[in-house]
């Protein structure tokens, strides 16, 4: 027979789990490959890894159009250097609905290598 410190702990367990689940929330329209978690908190939206390699992607655009602007590339280069970038944020995407709304440390150094590459071609 549980005792009352037993149900106590139980209970409280219990809550502490329902209470982790509920930092995400299931999107209102399932996806192929099931619910979608979405970010709740500030935090979840703009986890410091995610932030880093978005704020890259979005220097790299504007590094793109600055150059397209002062005539250093053609309009052509700027469309494969911006789809190039579209890939890779598309792939962040992905890696961070795959864990939670975050992006791992290995998943990060591989998105910045990728983005290094496009860095590369830019200006040349």
């Known amino acids: 027979m549980f005792t009352s410190s037993t149900r106590f702990l139980t209970l409280a367990a219990m809550a502490v789990?329902?209470?982790s689940v509920g930092g995400y929330a299931l999107a209102d329209t399932p996806t192929p490959a099931g619910p979608v978690l979405t970010p709740v908190t500030k935090w979840q939206?703009?986890?410091p890894r995610r932030t880093q390699v978005n704020s890259r992607l979005n220097t790299q655009n504007k590094r793109i159009q600055a150059e397209v602007k002062d005539g250093q590339i053609g309009k052509k280069?700027?469309?494969?250097?911006?789809?190039?970038?579209h890939q890779i944020r598309t792939e962040e995407r992905d890696m961070a609905s795959q864990n939670n709304t975050h992006i791992t440390t290995q998943e990060q150094k591989t998105l910045n290598q990728q983005e290094n590459a496009v860095s590369g071609q830019i200006g040349k």
Do not use: G, R, S, Y
């Open 45 to 47: 939206a703009e986890h």
């Open 17 to 19: 789990a329902v209470a």
């Open 77 to 85: 280069q700027a469309a494969a250097l911006h789809t190039e970038d």
